[in-house]
């Protein structure tokens, strides 16, 4: 994995993957496998966060200054994995699911993202979050598939419940479909549901402007808040390295925000990777010579 498929910004992002006005994706970045990004992940951070386990599957702790799990993961100790989240401040158990908050499918790092040869991949990654994009286009140009997981940004919830403010967010399928997104209960072991809307017009408890940015006339981007899907529906929190956006901009489209950017990064170009009832949800990416 060679420059340009590698690059850093000036807030603390690493970036997989790039775009051009010429060429959509780099031709390396074809098939990323678990094992190259454990490798991105632990080079960028310099300590080994990341582990690809070819039984157990992707382990990843974001070393974030609040975190409580001490490096290097392991198999037996990790916060993001495909069992779930890890609601423990010690090592969670692989075998009892009472430590974990939810089972298969809710974070499938193992099978959901990865591994798919025909695949175009896309990723940013903080030590906050990890988010990653795929194009399946050399077998299907309307399969997409987006993840993200981490921690969320301005969050509700104090240090002392931090895990609380963790997340993990997916959606398959040209019009994102097939989605899912969630953080660990709080007080106890099981899953709760963030509200994503389905409907063709926006749902007005989770879409709702926040320092709202006017970077093509009519259309409004903004932070990308999770809220609960239970009354008073709460935002715990936005998404690092997301934008939502009133624009019907077609999933693997990009879109250059030159409004106010909530990180203060010096990348401004943002790929559409899902569809949020009638909105665009936006994830950073690497981009040159874009017009």
Same mark, same amino acid.
């Not at 599957?57 to 974001?62: D, E, M, N, R, T």
């Not at 175009?120 to 990890?130: E, K, T």
């Not at 063709?200 to 006017?214: E, F, G, K, R």
């Not at 690092?240 to 030159?258: A, H, R, T, W």
């Given at each position: ?30 098939? /990323? ?24 599957? /992707?382990?990843? #702790? ?22 779930? *989240? ?25 099978? +959901? ?18 988010? #990653? ?35 993990? +967010? ?25 509200? +994503? ?51 019907? #901009? ?9 409004? #106010? ?14 569809? *949020? ?15």
């Amino acid at each position: 994995m060679n420059l340009p498929l590698i690059n850093n910004d000036n807030v603390g992002n690493s970036y997989y993957g790039w775009t051009t006005n010429n060429q959509d994706w780099a031709p390396e970045s074809l098939g /990323f496998t678990r094992i190259q990004c454990a490798n991105w992940i632990n080079g960028f951070f310099g300590q080994p966060c990341a582990l690809a386990d070819a039984t157990t599957g /992707f382990h990843l #702790i974001l070393p974030v200054s609040f975190e409580s799990l001490s490096l290097p993961v392991t198999a037996s100790k990790f916060r993001f994995n495909n069992l779930g *989240i890890s609601r423990t401040i010690g090592n969670p158990s692989t075998t009892t699911m009472n430590v974990q908050y939810c089972a298969v499918n809710c974070l499938d790092l193992l099978t +959901l993202i990865f591994n798919r040869p025909s695949a175009y991949y896309w990723a940013v990654l903080n030590s906050h979050s990890l988010s #990653i994009f795929n194009d399946n286009y050399l077998n299907n140009s309307q399969r997409h598939t987006f993840f993200s997981c981490g921690w969320l940004r301005n969050p509700l919830f104090p240090q002392s419940d931090f895990v609380q403010n963790a997340y993990f +967010l997916w959606t398959v399928g040209p019009d994102s479909n097939s989605r899912a997104a969630g953080r660990p209960s709080l007080g106890g072991s099981a899953r709760q549901n963030f509200v +994503l809307p389905t409907a063709t017009t926006p749902d007005p408890i989770a879409n709702y402007l926040v320092s709202c940015q006017t970077a093509t006339p009519g259309a409004n981007a903004t932070e990308f808040y999770l809220r609960d899907n239970v009354a008073p529906n709460k935002a715990v929190g936005y998404v690092p390295n997301l934008l939502k956006c009133s624009l019907d #901009i077609p999933v693997g489209g990009i879109y250059p925000n030159k409004g #106010i950017d909530p990180d203060g990064s010096n990348i401004d170009t943002w790929k559409c990777v899902a569809k *949020i009832g009638n909105e665009s949800l936006l994830m950073r990416v690497w981009a040159t010579g874009l017009v």
